[in-house]
């Protein structure tokens, strides 16, 4: 029983360092080409961010974001590949989640579940 | 300064945060902040989101190394997560609601705090004698893989470990920094884990805990693609390297270094918080 368990956990665990480190990489590559997009088309001007505006609804909902990075704007590309970034350590809780269900630890099922939810609540 | 040359130099210092975060294990989010507030005049709050992007990137990639080792007590990091990710909600509705300067002031308590903190004296685990009722109805107590093969430890105070959990989630909801070096107190002096099960379940729990206020400051939009973009590229740049050199880096000159530049950015940060320049 506990030889099985050491092995499920070493599993899992590689599929979760893949995860975060796949994760991390795909939203990095994505980060990169949105920058490169934006500092092409706004390079030249002048930042401004003495003053909190808010960030307009395209960097922030994925419907209008898609809409702009088809029409090839460089920031909600990058707003995107944030969203990937953001999304690593909850896919890698749900991982979590997968592993206590297939160990039938209830008890961090359902913790692990609570946390996974006031999370997700937030967005 | 055109929005170009600030990015590069956003970047650069990114880099440089990364790699010194990584090295000393003090966090690039403290630098990245004092940094865009004070030396470019970013509003607080697009500086707050864009280090809590910094503090997910480089917590994800870190616990991609730390992982596979079997160090990591995710259990415990899960179950004291009830903690921070309440109290990080909390803190990240305070921000929306407190004015900048409280903010800024705070920044710098907490920045002297931390740094402080970090050269506190290592508690010796608790390796013997008999585990709590509550350690074992949890199943918090585990085993570490040592060069002798696995070593027991136990988890004591577990209350008072999730209370400073609470403190920890505030705090890193309310600034966006990782409260890497509050969480790692928090288990080694009071929890009494090893020292090497604290600093990777602690780093485990900070990309967690950063995701939970992150629905929040997205949601107010604190966080803008043109700041995040150097800084999340710059500091796992400077992350990776600071990995790399970590076996032959000085460490501890380091952490002095680092820990004196955080106490002038926190003097710095109240200081203008206090007069309102922030």
Redesign the interface.
């Given at each position: 029983m506990t030889k099985r368990k050491k092995i499920q956990d070493a599993d899992l665990e590689r599929v979760i360092g893949n995860l975060l480190r796949y994760g991390v990489l795909t939203a990095s590559v994505i980060v990169l080409a949105g920058g490169i997009v934006y500092l092409v088309r706004h390079g030249g001007e002048a930042p401004e961010y003495r003053q909190f505006k808010g960030e307009p609804d395209i960097m922030r909902s994925p419907g209008p974001m898609w809409h702009a990075i088809l029409g090839g704007r460089g920031r909600p590309l990058i707003a995107f590949g944030l969203l990937v970034l953001i999304a690593t350590p909850i896919a890698r809780i749900l991982c979590s989640i997968v592993g206590y269900l297939l160990e039938k630890d209830w008890l961090y099922t359902v913790i692990t579940a609570i946390v996974l939810l006031v999370i997700l609540w937030n967005f | 300064?055109?929005?170009?040359g600030?990015?590069i130099i956003l970047f650069v210092a990114a880099v440089v945060a990364g790699l010194l975060g990584s090295l000393t294990g003090l966090g690039g989010g403290v630098v990245i902040i004092p940094l865009?507030t004070l030396v470019?005049?970013?509003?607080i709050?697009?500086a707050i989101g864009t280090s809590l992007?910094s503090v997910?990137?480089t917590?994800?990639?870190a616990?991609?190394?730390y992982?596979?080792e079997?160090i990591t007590n995710?259990?415990l990091g899960?179950?004291l997560?009830?903690a921070t990710?309440?109290g990080a909600?909390a803190g990240?509705w305070l921000a929306t609601y407190l004015p900048t300067s409280v903010i800024a002031i705070l920044f710098g308590v907490v920045l002297i705090i931390s740094a402080g903190l970090s050269f506190a004296k290592r508690a010796d685990p608790v390796t013997t004698g008999t585990p709590g009722e509550l350690s074992v109805k949890?199943?918090l107590n585990s085993t570490m893989p040592t060069a002798q093969g696995p070593k027991p430890y136990f988890v004591k105070n577990i209350l008072g470990g999730f209370f400073m959990m609470n403190i920890a989630g505030v705090i890193s909801g309310l600034l966006g920094i990782g409260s890497g070096a509050l969480k790692v107190i928090a288990m080694d002096n009071v929890m009494r884990i090893p020292f090497k099960v604290s600093t990777t379940t602690s780093n485990f729990m900070i990309?967690?805990t950063?995701?939970?206020?992150?629905?929040?400051y997205?949601?107010?939009?604190?966080?803008?693609?043109?700041?995040?973009?150097?800084v999340?590229?710059g500091v796992?740049g400077g992350a990776f390297v600071g990995s790399k050199l970590l076996s032959t880096a000085k460490t501890e000159s380091l952490k002095i270094l680092f820990a004196l530049v955080i106490l002038l950015l926190a003097a710095e940060m109240i200081y203008n918080g206090v007069n309102h320049h922030i």
């Open positions: - | 300064m055109t929005i170009l600030f990015t865009l470019f005049k970013v509003d709050h697009y992007i997910i990137a917590s994800s990639g616990a991609a190394a992982v596979r079997g995710i259990r899960m179950f997560e009830l990710t309440a909600i990240a949890l199943r990309g967690v950063a995701a939970a206020s992150v629905g929040i997205l949601n107010r939009g604190y966080i803008d693609p043109g700041l995040s973009m150097p999340m590229l796992l």
